[in-house]
């Protein structure tokens, strides 16, 4: 019979999501992450009779990682795990429930840092004339289609943010988009002509064929009249690609897509850190990376014995 977590997790797991929620301001599906994460350390240490977040200490922490170890997980569950009890615990002793936080000084594997696909410039470029030759034929969701890749690719923001974009948010003379990012920051993306075209069309041809509702906010749109899924967008993506005959790539991959490109052509970190809405700059500083050839050439030109 699989043991349960204790009934003594319950209100403070509740409460901790509560705070993750509204005081940090997190979606909902990273709260929910938050929150399996930690059920599963309630349910080990049930295991061990242990009833309340209070009986645990370093060594069960420990015990539990290496538990999942054997299991097999991958290094980025574990270190997500870890990072997610230790929020947990702080936040426990921050606000009285234990007396010591026993997470102080748990260690959990860091996280392997796999970069995801990146296209070339050509690449795409065949991608973004692919969708703009399917969406030559006037279908509504073709025009759509076009217009998601384009502006995934043109600023770089995230496919749960393009979803939430509405038609207010978009201004096509400045050629800008505002998208709510993580911890409900609010940030303003340029995009170029391109995208500018792409949207334009869309706005112009193919959403007011298919909104069922004139009072839709959304920009995008399923074939319903209703705000479009990061799902449906992730599967475009996947099919454009495959008649474009590039690589494989997903929203995520065209994201990171757009911040090589930035760095190549000359953007600096802290531009590409402001279009992508990271909190710091180490996060861009990870995320990103510059090509050998265009370290070698910025040496060759700045250093003096180059």
Known sequence: MRTRAADGWDEPLARF?????????LAAHTVRAYRSDVEQLATYAAGLGLEDPADVNLSVLRSWLAEM???????ATLARRGASVRSFFEWACRTGRIESDPAV??????????????????????????ARDRAESGDPAHLRD?????LLYATGIRVGELVGVDVSDVQLAERTVRVLGKGSRERVVP?????????????????????????????????????????????????????????????????HTAATHLLAGGSDLRGVQEVLGHATLATT????????????????LAHPRA
């Open 146 to 150: 076009w217009a998601a890749v384009e």
């Open 69 to 75: 170890s054997e299991r097999n997980l991958s290094r």
């Open 191 to 255: 995009f170029g002509l391109p995208a500018g075209r792409a949207v334009h069309a869309w706005l112009e041809s193919g959403r007011p064929v298919l909104v069922s509702d004139p009072a839709e906010p959304a920009l995008l749109l399923g074939t319903r009249g209703q705000r479009w899924g990061q799902r449906q967008i992730r599967q475009v993506v996947h099919d454009l690609a495959e008649l474009a005959g590039v690589v494989d790539i997903a929203p995520h991959g065209l994201r």
């Open 105 to 130: 000084r748990l260690a959990s594997p860091r996280s392997d840092r796999m970069l995801p696909t990146v296209l070339d410039v050509d690449a795409a470029r065949e991608l973004m004339e692919t």
């Open 285 to 300: 500083q990870k995320y990103t990376h510059v090509s050998a050839e265009r370290l070698r050439s910025s040496y060759e």
């Open 17 to 25: 999501c509560v705070d993750l929620g509204v005081q940090r301001g």
